[in-house]
């Protein structure tokens, strides 16, 4: 049976920064912080793991979340209990180069130790299959963690490595289908940009380096073994809480400039831009559609908004939702993924392409990422802005919606801006 006991932290900030220092030397390592920043989740080490199958993913996880809140033997309220993890965006095309590894279907961890921060206060959760080592949860923690390993900054030589030429001719290919099938309204086609260091890449540094650049946006991070996937994400695909839900739809970008009155003409170009209008009205539609079989009301605000990151801002609707009781927080995420803003309209006809265009499979980037409580709340965000990082290589992925009216050329800019946040982290 899983037993579960809760410790109220005090932890100072070199404390905090020296266990994670240490976690991150474990297997498994996850981080889920919302974009508020009033909310985040880290796990440090496994009492279970669960790895689905494409096919039937989100039910496969329900049913795990469903057996480990059978086995819980625990006074700890099991709101303060999640599993943290990311599904896999699509099944890998026959011709697609996977570099994913162990996280190419999707991976799930329920933390060995489980640290949930809120604006009231920060707890530890201590979970076991067995007996507790001792009766103070802190020794355990302590007892479980590596020792402090000794890492030197290094001034890095990076390579990067991109297929922008053959990219773009696959965005032309897709926009004479878009001319010329009218059924087909939107593709999102993503390519990749490959950085190599000739020293491996220290994960620790990554991470501070995550939240010191990149506010109002996710952190996702999960580490298996030497494969770490880190997401700073603006994307919430659903937040649920009992019977209320939470989205977005988010689609079409515009740069960010230092100066304020320069930034703002550039929001206001992008909210008149009939092209990037376009993009994300079909996926207001989509998300509309997807959402009015199981719920009892929806409200969808209009005119769009603009949503803002370091590097770039995009137009945004948030759309909220009663659930219909028979639904839960893994039946919402297969309703809505893949949302047009990641994959496509209709995603019947836009998903072959995308397998059969990318040359390397997506794997978690674009894929729903996020936690799930026993208590059935929870939120998953759309895990773009995002790399796989494995010793000395970090694999980059952006992605651009194309429609009927894209130009290839501004596509292949508009992604290499997409590039930044995590070119930021490695340099």
Do not use: C
Not at 132 to 138: K, M, P, Y
Not at 272 to 286: G, Y
């Amino acid at each position: 049976m899983l037993q579960a006991r809760k410790t109220i932290l005090t932890w100072s900030a070199t404390q905090w920064h020296d266990y994670e220092q240490r976690g991150l030397q474990l297997d498994n390592y996850a981080v889920f912080e919302n974009a508020a920043g009033s909310l985040g989740w880290i796990g440090f080490g496994a009492v279970a793991t669960y790895t689905p199958t494409a096919a039937n993913a989100f039910t496969e996880v329900a049913a795990w979340l469903t057996q480990l809140q059978a086995e819980l033997t625990s006074v700890v309220a099991p709101q303060d209990i999640a599993i943290l993890g990311g599904f896999s965006f699509t099944a890998k095309g026959a011709q697609q180069q996977d570099a994913w590894g162990a996280l190419a279907n999707g991976y799930f961890v329920l933390p060995r130790f489980l640290v949930k921060k809120t604006a009231a206060q920060t707890v530890l959760i201590e979970l076991t299959q067995a007996e507790f080592a001792t009766a103070d949860s802190l020794a355990d923690f302590e007892a479980f963690l590596p020792p402090l390993a000794s890492e030197n900054p290094v001034a890095r030589a990076l390579v990067q490595t991109e297929q922008a030429t053959q990219w773009q001719q696959a965005v032309t290919e897709v926009v004479q289908q878009l001319q010329t099938d009218p059924q087909l309204e939107k593709v999102v086609l993503a390519r990749t940009l490959q950085v190599s260091s000739q020293q491996p890449f220290v994960v620790s540094q990554l991470l501070t380096t995550l939240r010191q650049t990149h506010a109002a946006v996710y952190h996702l991070v999960l580490k298996v073994a030497d494969q770490v996937f880190i997401s700073a994400t603006p994307e919430r695909l659903v937040a649920l809480k009992g019977r209320q839900l939470a989205t977005a739809a988010v689609a079409g970008t515009a740069p960010r400039a230092s100066d304020p009155v320069a930034d703002e003409a550039l929001g206001a170009a992008l909210l008149r831009d009939a092209k990037n209008r376009r993009e994300q009205q079909i996926v207001v539609t989509a998300i509309r559609q997807q959402l009015q079989n199981i719920t009892t009301t929806l409200s969808v605000p209009t005119p769009p908004r603009l949503l803002k990151s370091q590097q770039v801002q995009h137009l945004y609707t948030p759309i909220t939702a009663t659930l219909q009781a028979s639904v839960d927080l893994f039946g919402v995420v297969a309703a809505l993924h893949p949302t047009p803003a990641l994959g496509g309209q209709p995603a019947a006809l836009a998903l072959p392409l995308i397998q059969r265009l990318e040359p390397q499979y997506r794997g978690l980037f674009g894929a729903p990422f996020g936690y799930a409580t026993l208590a059935g709340d929870g939120e998953f965000a759309v895990a773009i802005r995002s790399m796989l990082v494995q010793q000395k290589t970090a694999l980059l992925f952006a992605g651009a919606g194309i429609v009927a009216a894209s130009q290839p050329a501004v596509e292949v800019r508009e992604t290499a801006l997409k590039f930044e946040p995590m070119l930021q982290l490695l340099k």
